[in-house]
C-alpha cells in the first residue's frame, strides 16, 4: 500500500496567515491526489482533486501543487472558517489510502 | 442536490453482525461507483471498500482489514448501497461514511454522506 504522510500533524495559525501543508508518498504517484476538509463534527468535504483542481464553490485562496511523491496545499490568507482538519488522498492504486490528517487551530 | 444518507449504526458485541444501508438521491445512483470509508473516534479516514457499477459487472474491492468479513452490495432499483460486516472487532468501532465515486479517476470520493456510528463493545 501507499503510505501518505502529512506534516505538520497540527499547526496553530492566525487569520490572515499563510498557511501550507505537505503531502509524501511513500512512492511515486500519478496525478490521483486529492485534498478534503473537515471541520469538527462534520462530514469530510472534498477542497482539491488531481493536485491543483479546485472544487467548484471553494474559494480561491486554496491551491493544491506538487508532483512525484511531493503534494502541497496552500491557503493564501486563513479564514475563520478554515479551522479544519486536512486530509491528503491518493487514488493512483489501490487501496486509495489517506494521509493522517493536518489540524489547524487557532 | 446530491443526498447520501447512512442508516443502520449502533451497538454491537464482538463477533456480532450489522447492515449498514446508504440510500442516495440527486443523482443517477446506478451509473456511479460506490465507496465505504471509516472513520475511528478521534482518528484519521479508512478506506473499507468500493462496488463498482453494473457496466462494471458490481465487482468490489476490499481493504486488507475488512476482507472476508465484509461485503458490499447495492441495489440499483432502490438507489441503496449496503455494507454487511460480520465477525465484528473492537477495533472496527467507528463513523461510517458512505461516498460517490466513478469511473473517471478523477472524480472519486465526492460527496460524502452524514455518517454513521457503529459501535463494537462488550
Known amino acids: 500500500d501507499i503510505q501518505m504522510t502529512q506534516s505538520p500533524s497540527a499547526m496553530s495559525a492566525s487569520v490572515g496567515d499563510r498557511v501550507t501543508i505537505t503531502c509524501r508518498a511513500s512512492?511515486?504517484?500519478?496525478?490521483?491526489l486529492d485534498w478534503l476538509q473537515q471541520k469538527p463534527g462534520k462530514v469530510p468535504k472534498r477542497l482539491i482533486y488531481?493536485?491543483?483542481n479546485l472544487q467548484s464553490g471553494v474559494p480561491s485562496r486554496f491551491s493544491g501543487s506538487g508532483s512525484g511523491t511531493e503534494f502541497t496545499l496552500t491557503i493564501s490568507s486563513l479564514q475563520p472558517e478554515d479551522f479544519a482538519t486536512y486530509y491528503c488522498?491518493?487514488?493512483?492504486?489501490?487501496?486509495?489510502?489517506f494521509g493522517q490528517g493536518t489540524k489547524v487551530e487557532i | 442536490e446530491v443526498h447520501l444518507v447512512e442508516s443502520g449504526g449502533g451497538m454491537v458485541q464482538p463477533g456480532g453482525s450489522l447492515r449498514l444501508s446508504c440510500e442516495a438521491s440527486?443523482?443517477?445512483?446506478?451509473?456511479?461507483?460506490m465507496d465505504w470509508v471509516r472513520q475511528a473516534p478521534g482518528k484519521g479516514l479508512e478506506w473499507v471498500g468500493r462496488?463498482?457499477?453494473?457496466?462494471?459487472?458490481?465487482?468490489?474491492e476490499y481493504a486488507a482489514s475488512v476482507k472476508g468479513r465484509f461485503t458490499i452490495s447495492r441495489d440499483d432499483s432502490r438507489n441503496s448501497l449496503y455494507l454487511q460486516m460480520n465477525s465484528l472487532k473492537t477495533e472496527d468501532t467507528a463513523v461510517y461514511y458512505c461516498?460517490?465515486?466513478?469511473?473517471?479517476?478523477?472524480?472519486?470520493?465526492?460527496?460524502w454522506g452524514q455518517g454513521t456510528l457503529v459501535t463494537v463493545s462488550s
Open positions: 462496488i463498482r457499477n453494473r457496466g462494471n459487472s458490481y465487482s468490489t
Open positions: 488522498l491518493q487514488h493512483t492504486t489501490y487501496p486509495p489510502t
Open positions: 488531481d493536485v491543483s
Open positions: 461516498a460517490r465515486s466513478s469511473n473517471n479517476w478523477s472524480d472519486w470520493f465526492d460527496p
Open positions: 512512492q511515486g504517484i500519478s496525478n490521483h
Open positions: 440527486g443523482f443517477t445512483f446506478s451509473d456511479h461507483y
